[in-house]
């Protein structure tokens, strides 16, 4: 493994690799560490998540709380890259958004216009405080031609909401709602599809095989990095996952129970 030491930039998931969930606040073993290791070896950091309920800015603060001391310009959210297809793509859009406020906020401040009327965009980001008014009028706009777009690619995910702590269901499971009740498809922005990596690469100006992606989601973070020759790393967890059973396509490079390990490995 001591050959990753040779590549240019670790890309970094949130939930299951820096911190169990970011709603916490904690980081886990050794993380802090890790991540001053390889930038003293000249070695860059991008930390790429799904997360799109929490705005990028709160992300950033979230993470700084824990110590893990990066830019604005290293962190890379489902909701950020979403807000650039959509500036790509349209030209004065109006969306309507479920989300917990992180995705609408986003969506305002890079100056694209959020409507609780009609809309060409639909935007679906995790929603705890989801209303069926809300859901409904969704599928509506969307029965009515709006474009269908889920930042992000969680079924459910771990987290604490008030004072529940559980699973909650993510941004995937919603917009699957709306799809299955209008027969409209789904445009996904987030890993594994491939706009967030690329966003990355162009950005630091790098090829796949300079790239590294530690995650602890085989269908995100290991699909998406192996479907553009990124090398990738599995976090487990202390799950016991058959590395043999997975397909050739989600197989990881490397899989390690934590960074700890990781950091006892390379360092």
Not at 149 to 161: A, E, L, M, P
Not at 185 to 201: A, C, N, W
């Amino acid at each position: 493994m001591k050959d990753l030491l040779n590549k240019q930039v670790f890309l970094l998931d949130i939930e299951g690799v820096i911190c169990e969930s970011i709603d916490k606040e904690i980081s886990l073993p050794f993380v802090q560490k890790f991540i001053s290791a390889l930038k003293s070896n000249n070695i860059r950091i991008a930390i790429v998540t799904n997360i799109s309920r929490n705005p990028k800015a709160i992300v950033l603060e979230k993470l700084r709380s824990m110590d893990i001391l990066i830019k604005s310009d290293e962190l890379y959210t489902s909701g950020s890259t979403t807000i650039q297809i959509i500036k790509e793509t349209y030209d004065d859009p109006k969306c309507f958004v479920i989300s917990e406020w992180g995705l609408k906020k986003d969506l305002e401040d890079a100056g694209i216009y959020v409507s609780n009327d009609d809309a060409d965009i639909v935007v679906v980001g995790a929603n705890r405080n989801l209303t069926y008014r809300e859901l409904n009028h969704a599928m509506r706009l969307v029965l009515n031609g709006a474009e269908l777009i889920c930042s992000g690619t969680t079924q459910f995910f771990k987290g604490t909401h008030h004072s529940d702590t559980g699973y909650f269901l993510g941004e995937s499971a919603i917009a699957q709602a709306i799809s299955h009740a209008t027969g409209k498809s789904i445009r996904y922005i987030g890993k594994p599809y491939p706009e967030i990596f690329t966003q990355v690469l162009s950005d630091f100006n790098i090829t796949p095989d300079q790239a590294v992606m530690i995650g602890d989601n085989i269908t995100s973070d290991i699909r998406g990095a192996n479907s553009l020759g990124i090398t990738s790393i599995l976090t487990t967890n202390d799950l016991n996952i058959d590395i043999n059973s997975i397909p050739d396509s989600d197989k990881p490079s490397y899989s390690i129970q934590n960074i700890d390990e990781l950091y006892h490995k390379l360092f």
